[in-house]
């Protein structure tokens, strides 16, 4: 009973991140149909940004956080309008393709900068657990959860409740009848990129400091954030954050008390399963976000 | 002057152990080789369906691991105390049966993952991708997991009483490899230049369309699953036995970019596309190689990328396809314009 | 690196691209392929080994060469990726004519490498990998000088009574390494009377690793036997501290980096012991302090990372190694250098390299045993525990 508990604790803390890493892609995907492989790259960038400014430049580590939001968010807005801006209306596989050469650059440019040699950052918080019970979390992992809570309650907030919001939905569900209604379709693709690529810049500020900072941690993150989105269906906030606790919980039970070989493989194996009885994804519904 | 192209190609790659004496070269015309040959499978999918299979790499994989296990012999205890034991087989019965059981995935998996279209067949086939590789990283009795299956041995074709032929060295490998690539070229061009090629094009350009018109979209999906699988099951036996070891690395999802970048530079739902994408690609790092560092080799291979899908977001060949037509029709009399248009 | 020094590298590298062509024609130099993995998930310690090699080539030249020429160090990345790495291997043996070859880093790398040199008869140096198939499948160009974890495991066997173990749990990384290490420190420690518990695995790429670390938790082993490389090995510790895990542990591998660990580990490093291979916070208990003295001189001199010191000596040993052989061969000649490979005899900085053989009879491949220490970190100190 205390191993569950510790893993019951572990997949929450887990999957608030994955949650976080899930969002931006969703969104990416079901509003722009991009397959962003590059997504992974700029939660490395928000990581790595996170050492650049507090560990290089002696900023405070939850303002270097938010720095690395904000970087985030410009590079995303940039990638958008060089990139994918004059690509419009090309297949998905040619976007896609972009998005690898995108990846390709960045995580070798990253380890132009920055070396091979894998990075760590300090944080304010105590190295002493937080013990409850018989159940024992660190107090950094405790803030990420709940910073990791509030970005998404703030981003449900940003899609829900406000003018931007609403004319992404309105993109959405019909591209071609939000832009005769008035809405500015570009504005609106560049506002998603760049909300997107923050998130995962704030995943990888925040994770950062949790785990060490290299230049392939963009690659996994990726993968996981794949298999998120399909979990939760396309657009879906909800649906994300429901995905990335879920495939926490998979992951979590699978190493426990199945095999840990096989821990990686138990998001996808439900991924196939899903897809099987409910191809649209658990919480698709296809036609709005939110 | 088109239908004689490839055969013109052909005969001017198979010239080329005769004249090219260095082996680095060679090698890399044979791995290049092999990757375009997976190339062509994924662009049968991608190119004349439109299905973006990013779990190609399993197959190549799968086709990889049969060979050399089939040629390596195995002793695995099935769930239920069941033993099988498979002494070593002769190469080229594993090459064939490692076709079969990548055609055989190919199937199942086309079966279950044609459920879902778009972004949703990406990541299921993502996702496939995945799981076959965590297998053959964790079923360590079969394939032995991360300690490699090494020691494969080289193709050799030819009965018992018959004599044998070895294809061990390199120029022999490349005709080898040269060999499979005309076949996989005639295969596909003959699939997609026959009736159910033109229904499979008919329902990626317009799948509702072809649906309503009778066209059986999954059985098409399926049959040009079943083929892609087994082309890409044939590149990774050749891979096998090329490299003598193999070991989950096998499945990299790079290697499966690989096969896009090459398909979608060179020009999907082309024949020839894979093949000028690959010849790109693949040579690209052996010339950056020797003129800068190691993450900037990677840096120009995506810059490079990129810039061609800007610059020529067909492809290559569509691309010269385009201009020699554009060439040939301001030279024409206008009279004839019109017929060239109808016959194109 | 900074930009004054990426633009001296450039310059260097344009010199030397330069003072290639001058030389040709007239071989000057002898030249060692060096085969490993410079990009991708390896290029850390890749990077490293190389950084330890031209310490060694320097040094050699400075004093004056081997057979009266000057050693030429050939790098190639091989990506951290198989089929590169045989196609780097072909490069070096074929284009640049190699003799003699150093790599190539990760086990899978070098097995297929391996094939490349029983076709061109080509000797390698194999500087890191563990995996047992490589000096027993019957390939007599592999000479290696780093410990497979059955040697690890053997020197184990004499540390293990002062550590009180009763009962062990592993958590491996997977692969060669990880698995070997499993199995053949669970068999030692078998044979110890100590009991072997759980059996996990991680995944390479794996960040996070609660999950197995919460089943340990639970269990009633009192050690955690640990094998990865040192960034996976800062999460180990760093998880299993956030859990509350008051258990013992032990790393194994001597790819640890122990000043990393403490630097990016903190607190969670304390009281850990690891194995390794060669020990530079003690040059003077080292088999040869006046090498070990140059090389760390040498290590800072150029401004490198000290963490890196522990994985970079290979790639000094490897290209000493390598020279020692062209000398006793008398010529830089493929076949001479494997055959005079058998007779090298001299003291690395991790003891005696001298080769042994493995594997079919007929065709072994060369096994150096190096020495294996203990260390244990306490209080941010790396320590030598008397024990």
Redesign the interface.
Known sequence: MTEFLQHIVNMLILGSTYALLGIGLTLIFGIMRVVNFAHGELYAFGAYFVYFVSILLGLNFFLSILVAIVAGCLLGALIEVVLLRPMRGADIDTTMLIMIGAMIVMQNGEQYIWGGVAKSVNTPFPQAPLVIGSVSVSWLSVFVFFASLALIAASYLLINRTKLGKAMRATFQDRDTASLMGVNIQMIYMATFALGSSLAAAAGALLGPVYVISPQMGNIASLKAFAIVILGGLGSIGGATIGGFMLAFAEEIGAGYISSGYRDAMGFLIIIAVLLFKPTGLFARAERIG | MKRYLPWIALIAAASIPLWLHDPYILNAFITTGIFIIAAMSLNLLLGYTGQLNLGQVAFFGIGAYTSALVSLGFDVELIGGIRVVHEPWPVWTGLLIGIVVSAFCGYIVGKLSFRVRGAYFVIVTISFAEVVRLVALNWVELTQGPLALTSIPPVTLGLPGLGYYDFFSKQSYFYLVLGVLAISYIIISRLVNSRTGRAMVALKENESLAVSVGIDVTSYLVLAAVVSAGIAGAAGGLYAHYLKIIDPDVFLFLYTVTMVIMVVTGGKGTLAGPVVGGLIFGFIPVFSRSFVGPELQWIIYGVFMIVIVFVLPEGIVPAIEKWFASKDKSRMPESTQAQVQDAS | ?TDKKKFL?VFA?AAMLSASFATQGFAQTIKIGVNEP????F?????YVVNGAKIAADEINAKGGVLGKKIELVI??N?S????A??VA??LI??DKVPVIMGAWG??LT??V??KLLEYKVPMIVETSS?G?ITT?GNPFIFRISPPSSVEAHAFKDILPKLHIKKADFLVI???W???AAEDFGKVLKANGVQVGYV????Q????M???L??M??SDADTIMVTTA??QL??VL?QA????IKKQIVTTGGSQNPD?LI??A???ANGTYHLTTFAPWFPDNTPDPKATNYFLGEWKKRGF?F??ATESFRGYDGIRTIVAGIEKAGKAEPAAIAAAMWDVNFTGLNGKIKFEKQGPAGKESGQSIPNVYLIKIENGKIELPKL
């Not at chain 3, 501290?241 to 509350?244: C, K, Q, S, T």
């Open positions: 690196m590298t590298a410079l990009t991708g998930p290029a850390a310690s890749g990077t190639e990345d990506k990726n198989p089929t590169e045989a196609a072909e490069k074929t284009n086990s899978s097995l297929a391996m094939p995996s198939k499948s997977n692969n060669d990880g698995r070997g996990e695995t991680m995944d790429a794996a960040q996070d609660s999950a197995q919460s089943k938790k639970s040192v960034e800062t999460l760093k501290a956030a859990l509350g990393q630097d990016q903190g607190a969670a990372n963490a890196g």
